[in-house]
Nanobody, 127 residues
């Protein structure tokens, strides 16, 4: 088990930037693949981005490709989601998730692949 705590959310104008952080504690962070998901009011949780345990592979939803960047610092037990060019439709609660087999299973974009979740951080984009 690994415990995850997200931070960095807030209110930002369209076109602006935010950087979310996900700090992990518990079992060895560097053995986990990580992902960011988001959930807007009245909508299902959706995949945003994922990164494998080493940081050597990263994948993105089409809706954020070219605007968001996922990264990790295993020495600091932290993952990041750098968000730029924010749009109104990016408004959601953003969740960090971790699993040791997400990439091996090739299901890193499925929320049900992940068994460790943070509490979420709200991102609101205004016009």
């Amino acid at each position: 088990q690994v415990q995850l705590v997200e931070s960095g959310g807030g209110l930002v104008q369209a076109g602006g930037s935010l950087r979310l952080s996900c700090v992990a504690s518990g079992r060895s962070f560097s053995t986990y693949d990580l992902a960011w998901f988001r959930q807007a009011p009245g909508k299902e949780r959706e995949f945003v981005a994922a990164i494998n345990w080493s940081g050597g592979s990263a994948n993105y939803a089409d809706s954020v490709k070219g605007r968001f960047t996922i990264s990790r610092d295993n020495a600091k037990n932290t993952a990041f989601l750098q968000m730029g060019g924010l749009k109104l439709e990016d408004t959601a609660v953003y969740y960090c998730a971790a699993d040791e087999m997400a990439y091996v299973s090739r299901r890193y974009y499925y929320s049900d692949r992940y068994y460790n979740w943070g509490q979420g951080t709200q991102v609101t984009v205004s016009s």
